[in-house]
Structure formats: structure tokens, C-alpha cells
């Protein structure tokens, strides 16, 4: 692998689809670079990788992985950092030790998860564990905000070829439910930490016998952050959860739930298990004992308690009796029997939601009907925004994609910022007593009365953070005109605090009249009353919902936000270009191993690329690079027109096939161009040999679909045999190996 000094672009090694895709794709890129003199190189920041990379010590000397992802956090804080990052695995605890197992059986010696660390080598392991699940990349590499926009080119294709829309009936029993009180909303309180509380900060937890225990220390607080406190009751919870079975079971509806276990990988894995007990609760009563025995999680979701309950046949035949008289659930997978409860990883709530409200909200049942559905999202800080959207287009019907207008998203996520970055500070309370957020100068910043499992949680805002976030969104907002809106609650805690620093600048720079300041709910409708109209709008909101309306927004307007755009502006100048999400990857990954046909479209790294180049000349003067840049989007224009991204069908055109004609559209957009000569000659030779071998590469595509393939892995493939399936074609591997030899 390359060091960083002979990278002038960071191409992220990921998992999944997106990476399957790079064994196509970057070929083509590193053949094109080099001809301007771009060197793109890889980091390994796969889900295995980073595991790999934690345990040296049980590893051969050829079997070690350097830390790439460390490596990375330290470029994306140089000014020079261009980094085009794929869709990584946000790894849940069942992803993670699917990962672990893999790997063990690939001769490497990785430690197992441990579930219950006793001794001190085992806590050493799950903190090591620990720190890899959930959304251990993203709030390392992102040093910048969120600017994510369809580009013009995909939306105008959106537009002219409109995706499907389920319909809306008024008479819909869909629904979002979420807790009346005593969640993280309710329970929410924050400051801006003053010059005198800056320092190492403590969370200290006393128990009603007066015994304290520190949970953190070293928590580090900087002049002007944001820093929040909040908790969610589980008592409260439990009854919320089994009113909604029962409100369920009486509307005849599915019930579905709705978080995020990958991203929020300390507190939303328990909610869910919260959930799994709550739906069979009966059973976990009366097999406690046995439950624990045989090391049952309800946090792993229902298919791991079935599993471990292979071998006792009489406590299946319960719980399958319990779930005949409870309400019908929400499926994931009909055919195999996989609900919304099996796996917690499986149900991503910025993916899952969205594909409700587009279908019309309904859901599938055990049967493969559509039915409405109960969709239960605990906690209210965003809830509002789902419930409103179902609420509107109940009222309105469904969003007509062909005349929308666009939501872009400018999004504050540096620096770890808000609930994203609050895994190392949340904690389930192990009996009940009083947590206290402590300053260095020993006064108390916050303090919860807690209960026995309820989940506390604090996050860190930066100023600096806060204000680049603000300069972009103001940036964005003069360069487009658009509709502009700040996603902010004045009755919510922590959004009270931004505004202190959002409303001096917008009347300092006399822009009050082109920003609303709306909460969530509101700015919702709104928002959708706009792009009805055709009108764009620009969402500039926190972390958590930068996440959720670039799904929710992409797929109503796209179908997909596979497709976005997104330009993180990193704060001391560089660049990270993302290139959409990666939330149907695994079933792309099955159908390429059955069928050998990969159906991820990766508009996303043309777009992505297109981007990082024309960053990389403006930041070099590397001027072959703006050329190639400038190619390589007339090359996504053209793809979009042409109609080359992928099919879902065998037999038809696939990830591979758009490659190759992204390719032919670079080359032939080189070989037009007039700003260099050398350039359009050597171009012109590749494009004619792209153009006239068109039948024959197409055939060769063609013809390697339909049969199962061996990649190696699935969290870590061979590359070999990842290489041999992703460029199945000799004809264009040849042309390719030939543009940089030349």
C-alpha cells in the first residue's frame, strides 16, 4: 500500500458493493490519472481492516494491517487532503462478529467478541471491539460540514425519467409512534461551556448508597462548545413499547421498529433489545435463567435468541405461539421469515422510513402483502420529521418526482459534533442514583436523577465546528438563492444553544429575511410545500438529521440516494468527497455471488470523482487534473443520458458494463477537448479502441453473468479473486493496461 506522500488522492478501500465496484472502476481511474501525473492510492478503512489493524499481537508478521483509518484522521486535517470516500459498513454486534468469525476461519487469529469480559485481557479486547462498531469512521474522517446536493445532472435525469411512487389513500392507518415524555428530548439540557469550566471534564455516577464511580474522565471541553446531557427512561420506555404491541394488534396494523444500531451503537442497541423483550415478554420472563445460560442478548435482535434456542424445541413452540397472538411485524426479507426485529442492523431508520412514506406507507407482512404500518420510533427528536411527512402526504398525495424541486443539505457533523459523536460518553445506569457531567473547576455542568437501565448520554459541539457550519450554509445559500432553512427547535435544548450562535450572524450580515428558523416538524411541511412547487430548498440542520434528510429527500426526488453528492469542506482546507450510501449493499452482494451480476450504480463515485479532481487542480494548479475533472463530468452527463446505469436483471447491463462506458465517455470527452493537444492525441487513440471493440467487451461482460462466484469473503474478500470477477473482460483490461504504459 502506498504511503500517503505518494497519494495525491485517497481512494477509500470499503466494504460490500461499493468495494466490489472498485475492483472495476479504480483501474480505470488510476490508468486515466496517470497520464495527468495523479497519483490515487488506497486506505483500508473495510470493516476487517480496522479489525486487522487492532490486533497486531495475535497476528503473523504478513498477517498485520497498519491502522489506516488513524493514518487518514491525520490527512484530512492537512490542507492538502483529497479523499473520495465509499460507503463503509457502520458495523452493528452481529456484523461485527460475522466479520471476526470470517476472518478466524481465514487463519486469522482474531480474538472472539467477548460479550461478558471478566478478566482484564478480555476488557482490553471489547474496549478494542468497541471502538470499531457503529460509525467508528465517518466522525474520524469527517475535519469539515456537510454540503450534499443531487448534481444537476442527476436531478434533471430524475426528473425526465420520474421513478415509481406508491399512493397515498387518506384513509391510510400508517403511522409514526414515539414517546409522550422522558425520553432524550424531554430529558435534554445543555450549555456553552464558559471560560472558567474549559478543561477535563468528569461523568460521575453515585448510587442511592452514596458510592460514586467515575464513568469518564478526560473529557475534554473547549471555550464556546456546545455540550449536552440527556437520558432516556426505560421504565418509560417498556410501557411505551407495550402500548404500541397492543395499538398494534387492535388497528391491525404492522408493527415496525425504527432506529439506528449502527450509527448509535451504544444506546440504540439496547433500545432495540428493549423491543425484542418487550414483544415475547412472556418468555423472557419465565426462561430468565435459562436465557442467561445460554447467553442470550435481546440486543442482538429476535434471530439470535432463535438461534440460540435451536436445540429447545418447547421454548420455540412458545414464542412462536406468543407471536401468533401478537401483531403481524414488519418484514425485511418474507421469504426467508426475517422481521423487523431479527437483526438490529437490518433496519436502518434514514433507510427504512423513507422506503414506507415512498411505498405509499405500507410495509410487507409474513405473507408478502402490503399493509399499513405502525412505524415506532422511541425517541422525539426527530420522530417529528417522519410523522409529519406521512401526516402531509396523507393529505396530499405522493410527491410527483418529475416535478420537484431539490432538497440540498448542509449538514454540521466536524469535529464528532452532536449525538453522533456520543458513544464514548453514553451509559447504561446500573442501578439507580445520580449522574453529574463535572467541570475541571469542579462545578457541575449537568446532573440527572436516573433509574435502573436507563441510558444517559452526552455529546460535544464545537465552536469552530458551529461556525464553519454557518459560513457554509450562508456560502451555499448566495450561490444558489435557494429556499433556506435552519432545522432548528427553540424548545429543545441543544438547538436553543446554536441558535445563541446562528441568529447574531444572520442579523450581523443582514440575512434574516433570506434564512427561516423552523423546528423540525415544521420545517418538514414546509420544505415539502416547496419542492412540490418545484422550488429548491436548502435543509442546514444538525448531524443526525443531515444523516436522515439525505436519505429521506434523495429517495422521494431520485428513488435512491445512492446518487448524491457530497462535498465535505474540510476546516483546514482539504477536501472529502463521499459518494452516497450504501444501504441495499449486502443484497448486491448476494446477487453478484448467485448470478454474477452486480447491480450498484456508482453515479455516486463519478460524481465523487468529477469533484475531487477539479479540487485537486484548484489546489495543486495541476491543470491536466482540472482537464480530466471537467471529462469526467461531461462522462456522468453522458452515462445519465444514455441511459448506462445498471439493470437489476442477469443478462442485462450491470456495475461493470457502466464502467466500461464511463470509461469510453472520459476518453472520448479527453479526445474533444482543446485545452491540450497531447492529451486529445493519446485520447483519441484510447477512445477509438473503447468505440470499435464496443460488441466484443459487451460479450465478454455478458457472458461471465448467470453462474455463481467466489470472491473469498465477505467482509474480507481475495482481491485476486475480487480483481478476476470485477474485470471479466480481457479486451478492456488490455486497453486499460495500456494507457499507462504508453
Given at each position: ?27 480505470i ?19 476487517a ?84 462498531k ?75 448508597e ?49 432506529l439506528?444500531a ?42 439470535d ?39 438490529p ?9 423513507p ?5 405509499g ?8 402483502k ?31 418526482p ?47 436523577r ?17 461556525e ?13 438563492s ?28 443582514k440575512?434574516t ?14 420544505t ?8 429548491d ?49 449486502p443484497?448486491?452482494?448476494q ?56 439493470s ?95
Amino acid at each position: 500500500m502506498s504511503s500517503k506522500e505518494e497519494m495525491d488522492i485517497v481512494y477509500t478501500i470499503v466494504d460490500e458493493a461499493p468495494e466490489l465496484a472498485s475492483g472495476s472502476f479504480l483501474p480505470i481511474i488510476k490508468a486515466f490519472s496517470a497520464i495527468g501525473h495523479i497519483k490515487v492510492g488506497s486506505q483500508d478503512i473495510s470493516l476487517a481492516g480496522r479489525i486487522l489493524s487492532a490486533f497486531p499481537e495475535y497476528l503473523t508478521d504478513t498477517q498485520c494491517q497498519s491502522d489506516d483509518l488513524n493514518k487518514l484522521s491525520e490527512v484530512v486535517k492537512q490542507s492538502s487532503a483529497n479523499v473520495i470516500k465509499l460507503p463503509n459498513i457502520s458495523a452493528s454486534i452481529p456484523q461485527l462478529k460475522a466479520a471476526i468469525d470470517e476472518l478466524q476461519q481465514q487463519g486469522f487469529a482474531v480474538p472472539d467478541y467477548p460479550d461478558a469480559p471478566n478478566s482484564e485481557t478480555e476488557k482490553n479486547v471489547r474496549s478494542k471491539y468497541d471502538s470499531i462498531k457503529g460509525s467508528a469512521v465517518n466522525p474520524v474522517l469527517r475535519e469539515g460540514n456537510s454540503d450534499r446536493r443531487a448534481a444537476k445532472a442527476v436531478k434533471e435525469y430524475a426528473k425526465a425519467n420520474p421513478h415509481s411512487m406508491g399512493v397515498w389513500e387518506k384513509t391510510s392507518k400508517t403511522h409514526v409512534s414515539s414517546m409522550s415524555g422522558n425520553d432524550f428530548y424531554a430529558n435534554e439540557r445543555s450549555i456553552i461551556v464558559s471560560p472558567t469550566q474549559v478543561g477535563a471534564a468528569q461523568i460521575v455516577f453515585m448510587n442511592i448508597e452514596g458510592e460514586t464511580t467515575t464513568l469518564k474522565d478526560q473529557v475534554t471541553l473547549s471555550e464556546g462548545a456546545v455540550v449536552d446531557a440527556t437520558f432516556l427512561s426505560v421504565k418509560a420506555l417498556k410501557e411505551f413499547f407495550k402500548n404500541e404491541i397492543d395499538d398494534a394488534k387492535q388497528e391491525n396494523i404492522l408493527f415496525s421498529l425504527h432506529l439506528k444500531a449502527t450509527m448509535m451503537k451504544v444506546s440504540d442497541p439496547i433500545l432495540f433489545g428493549h423491543a425484542v423483550t418487550s414483544f415475547i415478554s412472556p418468555i423472557f420472563d419465565k426462561y430468565s435463567e435459562k436465557f442467561q445460560q445460554l447467553g442470550i442478548n435481546p440486543n442482538a435482535g429476535l434471530g439470535d435468541v432463535l438461534s440460540r434456542l435451536a436445540t429447545e424445541p418447547e421454548v420455540l413452540n412458545e414464542i412462536h405461539e406468543i407471536l401468533m397472538v401478537r401483531p403481524d411485524l414488519y418484514m425485511v426479507d418474507s421469504d426467508k421469515g426475517i422481521t423487523n426485529l431479527h437483526v438490529p442492523s437490518d433496519v436502518i431508520i434514514d433507510a427504512s422510513m423513507p422506503a414506507v412514506i415512498r411505498a405509499g406507507g405500507k410495509g410487507w407482512d409474513s405473507d408478502g402483502k402490503e399493509r399499513d404500518v405502525k412505524c415506532v420510533i422511541p425517541d422525539n427528536c426527530y420522530a417529528p420529521v417522519y410523522d409529519e411527512t406521512i401526516n402531509y402526504f396523507r393529505e396530499t398525495g405522493a410527491l410527483d418526482p418529475s416535478s420537484s424541486g431539490a432538497v440540498a443539505n448542509v449538514g454540521l457533523m466536524a469535529q464528532k459534533a452532536e449525538e453522533y459523536g456520543s458513544h464514548p460518553t453514553t451509559f447504561e445506569m446500573p442501578s439507580a442514583g445520580t449522574i453529574t457531567m463535572v467541570a475541571a473547576n469542579g462545578g457541575v455542568l449537568h446532573e440527572h436523577r436516573v433509574e435502573t437501565g436507563d441510558i444517559w448520554r452526552s455529546s460535544i459541539t464545537q465552536k469552530a465546528a458551529i461556525e464553519d457550519w454557518i459560513k457554509l450554509a450562508l456560502s451555499r445559500q448566495r450561490a444558489t438563492s435557494s429556499h433556506a432553512v435552519f432545522w432548528l427547535d427553540r424548545a429543545r435544548a441543544h438547538d436553543a444553544q446554536l441558535l445563541a450562535y446562528v441568529e447574531p450572524v444572520l442579523k450581523k450580515e443582514k440575512l434574516t429575511d433570506r434564512f427561516h428558523i423552523l423546528a423540525p416538524r415544521e420545517a418538514t411541511r414546509v420544505t415539502l410545500e416547496t419542492i412540490r412547487k418545484g422550488r429548491d430548498s436548502i435543509a442546514i440542520t444538525g448531524n443526525v438529521l443531515r444523516d436522515y434528510l439525505t436519505d429521506l429527500f434523495p429517495i422521494l426526488e431520485l428513488g435512491t440516494s445512492a446518487k448524491m453528492l457530497s462535498i465535505v469542506k474540510l476546516m483546514n482546507g482539504g477536501g472529502l468527497f463521499e459518494t452516497g450510501a450504501g444501504g441495499s449493499a449486502p443484497k448486491h452482494v448476494q446477487q453478484l455471488l448467485s448470478e454474477n451480476h452486480l447491480r450498484w450504480d456508482s453515479l455516486g463515485e463519478f460524481c465523487a470523482l468529477g469533484e475531487s479532481l477539479m479540487f485537486y487542480a484548484e489546489t495543486s494548479g495541476n491543470q491536466y487534473a482540472k482537464i480530466l475533472g471537467q471529462a469526467a463530468e461531461v462522462a456522468t452527463q453522458k452515462i445519465l443520458d444514455n441511459n448506462r446505469s445498471p439493470s437489476r436483471k442477469v443478462g442485462e447491463a450491470d456495475n461493470r458494463e457502466s464502467h466500461y462506458y464511463f470509461a469510453m465517455y472520459w476518453a472520448e470527452a479527453l479526445a474533444q477537448q482543446l485545452d491540450n493537444e497531447g492529451i486529445a492525441v493519446r485520447f483519441k487513440e484510447v477512445f477509438d479502441q473503447l468505440s470499435k471493440n464496443e460488441d466484443a467487451i459487451i460479450a465478454e461482460f455478458r457472458g461471465a453473468q448467470g453462474v455463481p462466484v467466489d470472491i473469498g469473503g465477505y467482509y474480507h474478500p481475495d482481491t485476486n479473486k475480487v480483481s478476476s470477477v470485477m474485470r471479466p473482460s480481457s479486451t478492456l483490461n488490455e486497453i486499460i493496461s495500456g494507457i499507462q504504459t504508453t
